[in-house]
């Protein structure tokens, strides 16, 4: 399994390695386009030599910010961004000894089980849950069951609606056309 999310292969490899900087990607992808979101975390690593929750939810905050910030940003929001970091990586100290797999592995739980788990992370809404559930199932090897259910409409089979689709340039380029779609849609029927 090799993630091809960013376009860049450093990036991609730390995704695929470590769970954390997966989820991190995830938490960053609003606002700013998805390769940006998920190449955060290699920024991350490369600014503050951090790789695991316990240390980024220790790490000074100001310092943590400026790593944000330092050209190019991590993201286009560097103060809150930051911020939600450290707080996803203490709540994942808090409840899961740092471990961000274990809100997949843990218990062998199923994709419901899962989908509550991702819910109750700070920043992980009912939609960015579900994207990320449905991103584990169809890229990352998690299996457990009613996943694609739990999921849905990101789980579908043959979709090309999210980051979880991702696996090619191809594949990139049929996101970006379902997303444009949705935002034209949501914008004519505001008219």
């Known amino acids: 399994m090799a993630l091809h999310i960013t376009g860049?292969?450093?990036?991609d490899d730390l995704l695929t390695n470590n769970p954390l900087a997966l989820l991190t990607g995830m938490l960053l992808d609003q606002?700013?386009?998805?390769?940006?979101?998920?190449?955060?975390?290699?920024?991350?690593?490369?600014?503050?030599?951090?790789?695991?929750?316990?240390?980024?939810a220790a790490y000074?905050?100001?310092?943590?910010?400026?790593?944000?910030?330092?050209?190019?940003?991590?993201h286009r929001f560097p103060g809150s961004m930051a911020a939600r970091?450290?707080?996803?990586?203490?709540?994942?100290?808090?409840d899961w000894n740092g471990d961000a797999a274990a809100l997949w592995t843990r218990g062998d739980p199923d994709g419901a089980e899962v989908l509550r788990r991702l819910k109750a992370l700070p920043g992980f809404g009912e939609q960015k849950a579900k994207i990320f559930l449905?991103?584990?199932?169809?890229?990352?090897?998690f299996t457990g069951e009613g996943w694609r259910e739990a999921?849905?409409?990101?789980?579908?089979?043959?979709?090309?609606?999210s980051v979880a689709d991702i696996v090619s340039?191809?594949?990139?380029?049929?996101?970006?056309?379902?997303?444009?779609?949705?935002?034209?849609?949501?914008k004519a029927s505001k008219s």
């Open 8 to 11: 860049d292969t450093a990036a």
């Open 31 to 56: 606002q700013v386009a998805m390769e940006t979101a998920f190449a955060g975390p290699l920024k991350i690593v490369e600014r503050t030599g951090l790789t695991d929750a316990s240390a980024i």
């Open 134 to 141: 449905a991103l584990l199932g169809k890229q990352y090897g």
């Open 151 to 161: 999921s849905a409409p990101y789980g579908d089979d043959g979709a090309f609606r």
């Open 85 to 94: 970091v450290q707080t996803l990586c203490q709540a994942l100290v808090d």
């Open 60 to 74: 000074d905050p100001d310092q943590f910010l400026a790593a944000f910030k330092e050209s190019p940003a991590v």
């Open 169 to 186: 340039p191809e594949s990139l380029a049929k996101v970006r056309e379902h997303k444009k779609a949705m935002k034209a849609a949501a």
